[in-house]
């Protein structure tokens, strides 16, 4: 939808797995990229010797014993020299020799600018927990990720270069640290510099705010900072004032776009088992909700509530937090639906018409957008052949 531009890191080569060719082919079909490979692994599980870097033309050995602080780099610009028979054995090194060439067949050169234009996604293989392989990524992202981008809003656009800060919530983490029971909000920082302790404009709630403790992170450290700049990323601590796509800005009224939420496909009716916890469950939905990792339909027959989400493990997460974080118990029950599609018409006869007739299958999500529940795909195409004035939408950003 974005053509965003990936980089794919294929992980656990030091464990037995699929053939490289073979996961590239899975990677290809069933998330939808074109790939092409920047490093190839020598082997694998017990029998992997390390990767050669086909972007940096060097031979990077592995160590099997324990996470190595320093990788074994030797330069082999051609892949008949001698000393790559060497340090892997003649038969690793015919293997890779006769792979390399297959890859040259099989897969286009990497050209940035297809990259960058979210059409070519280059592929690294390593071993994470033995920090192996993860260097030739990241200084490769180095090398080809772009700069901060222009980003739009609904007033105009927002360039990185711009001196007047503007920033977006992106993402919500409700209890990061739970002995203090804390929420991050997460900004990303569109243009000028964003500075501590200084005024800015929540444009959705219409007042100043300042911060205190802004904070980037890295990994499970965190840092308090002073200052940020467009590209940077850093944490809020927030009361509640915060939702995904809010604007902070030094006065100017922006409302970001592109941050919209996805029609889900698996759906449960949640239940209170606990009816002395019904202030900590509404607490805990709203903030668990807010994170954006599923959503929440409250259908207009009975007001039920109704989740949905994209993988059936985020039922799961979601009671298990639930239980954890805020104290309160949930259980669910099937719900008989395929798809939800926020609704919007032109036409105020032909909406009104349409939510007197469907008004069984009618909800409305946690923003008060109107909502169709749709049975199945079948039900879905029946309904908009009957109703061609009003518009189904498979996002809420329309």
Known sequence: MRNTHIIVFINKLDREGK????????????LGLSV???????????????????????????????????????????????????????????????????????????DQEYYLAGELSPVFFGSAVNNFGVRELLDCFVEIAPEPLPRETEERPVNPTEDQFSGFIFKIHANMDPNHRDRIAFLRICSGKFERNTNYLHVRQNKKMKFANPTSFMAAKKTVIDEAFPGDVIGLYDSGNFKIGDALTGGEVLHFKGIPSFSPEQFRFVNNADPLKTKQLAKGLDQLMDEGVAQMFTRDTDGRRIIGTVGALQFEVIQ????????????????????????????????????????????HDTEGKLVFMAESEWSLKMVQENHPKVQFHFTSEF
Request: with cysteine; glycine share 4%; charged share 35%.
């Open 36 to 110: 092409t490979p920047l490093s190839w692994p020598i082997g694998m599980g017990s029998r992997f010797k390390g990767v050669y870097s086909i972007y940096e033309k060097n031979l990077i050995l592995f160590q099997s014993h324990g996470k190595q602080e320093e990788e074994e780099i030797i330069s082999i610009t051609d892949l008949n020299d001698e000393r790559l028979d060497k340090e892997v054995g003649k038969d690793m090194a015919k293997t890779l020799r006769d792979e390399t060439e297959v890859i040259k067949d099989l897969y286009p050169e990497f």
């Open 320 to 363: 298990y937090r639930l239980e954890h974080e805020y104290g309160a118990k949930v259980t669910y029950e099937p719900a008989s639906l395929r798809k939800a599609c926020w609704i919007s018409s032109p036409d105020d006869v032909a909406l009104k018409e349409f939510t007197a007739r469907r008004k069984k299958d009618l909800a």
């Open 19 to 30: 053939d490289a060719f073979d996961l590239l082919d899975e990677v290809e079909s069933k």
